[in-house]
């Protein structure tokens, strides 16, 4: 009878165990995809806590300018796409944000709507930004719109 219960006990026990190592084993893994999708943006000229107010990697060149747009196309596809279009070309959703064109008035508006998001009557249009995004995969974005404002890159271009 005794040795009934305590295999039960030990059978139990095991159970726990396998349980808790697979609750371990998929929060691993989606700690792992979520990691994965962040944009690290440790090699880009880095800009403190505080917002600049104009977009500081708009006069980058060569390399680290190349960097930066990388950064911001894949920033702006994962965290933006699905609501201001693929691309950056609007397909109606939200606004084609290729149409802020390149000047201090503009990067503030851009900087103060990604911190701020947009919400009309308790309805979130869109999230605050700077919840996903640093500030400088934001500016890594801003950059990289521009880019495809000059150079009228579709989609397919892209992808
Ligand atoms: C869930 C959908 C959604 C996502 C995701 C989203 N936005 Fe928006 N965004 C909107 C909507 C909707 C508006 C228009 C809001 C309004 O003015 O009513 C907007 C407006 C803006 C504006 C102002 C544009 C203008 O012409 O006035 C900027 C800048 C902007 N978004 C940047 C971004 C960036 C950058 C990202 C990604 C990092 C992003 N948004 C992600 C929905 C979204």
Do not use: V
């Given at each position: 009878m005794l040795d009934c219960l305590l295999a039960y006990l030990l059978a139990y026990l095991l159970a726990c165990l396998l349980a808790c190592l697979?609750?371990?084993i998929s929060l691993f893994s989606y700690g792992g995809s979520a990691t994965a999708q962040s944009i690290d943006t440790s090699e880009l000229p880095q800009l403190g806590?505080?917002?600049v107010e104009e977009n500081p990697y708009?006069?980058?060149s060569g390399d680290m300018r190349d960097k930066v747009l990388?950064?911001?196309?894949?920033a702006y596809n994962q965290n933006c796409a699905s609501c201001h279009g693929l691309g950056g070309v609007s397909d109606g959703i939200a606004p084609d944000l290729r149409m802020l064109k390149a000047s201090s008035e503009n990067d503030q508006w851009?900087?103060?709507r990604v911190q701020n998001g947009v919400e009309h009557d308790g309805v979130v249009s869109m999230p605050e930004m700077t919840e996903q995004l640093?500030?400088?995969a934001l500016w890594s974005v801003r950059t990289w719109l521009e880019s495809v404002e000059t150079n009228d890159l579709l989609p397919s271009?892209?992808?």
């Open positions: 697979l609750a371990c806590e505080e917002w708009r006069e980058l990388s950064l911001g196309a894949s851009y900087a103060y640093s500030q400088e271009d892209i992808f």
